[in-house]
């Protein structure tokens, strides 16, 4: 088996990102509840927080799910991945809609805007691997190719800074990778249309 035929690789790159996104997220639920702000604006801070630990555990879930072989065909990696990513963007967005509703940012649209698109992406993720061969999968296939190179060149130039920056751009950038040779394996081709 060669390195990129193998899933769990990547499934130990979303592993890593998943437990410094729990991290992250637990440092933000602390930073807020320790604000010396006003109680209202600690309690947004702290919803908000939990937000991000809540998308962090189903990151950190899905990549264990990979890591171990649960979740192994290439196919159901990408599709159950786009899904991931829409599902977690979804919950920040909405958890970070009420913190900072609490707050009393008023500038919210985009937080509804981006819930909108992580769900939108959701829904495109169970596309990816849904069993059916449409011309929309074709589509799908060109969009997802652009984003993911897209993608791995920004996670490529995000590469510095502290040496959790640099562990996390890397594993993006190894998540990114993967996502690309993916789109070009033979199966994942056929069952795309391509």
Sequence with gaps: MSFFDNTKIAGWAFFVIGILMIVAAIMDIWNGAGSTESL?????????????????????????????????AKIDVLGNYVRVVGVTTAIINLFALIGYS???????????????????????????????TTNFDKILWIILLIVFVVLLIGSLLG???????????????IVYLFMIIFMFDADVRKKMGI
């Design 102 to 132: 609490i707050v009393g940012e008023t500038a919210i649209a985009t937080y509804v805007v981006w819930l909108i698109l992580g769900i939108i992406i959701a829904w495109i993720g169970g596309k990816v691997n849904d069993g059916k």
């Design 40 to 72: 209202t604006d600690n309690a947004g801070y702290v919803v908000a927080g939990i937000g991000s630990l809540i998308a962090a555990i189903v990151y950190f879930l899905f990549g264990n799910k990979v890591r171990n072989g649960t979740i192994s």
């Design 159 to 173: 590469i510095g800074g502290d040496i959790v920056n640099i562990v996390k751009a890397i594993c993006y950038a």
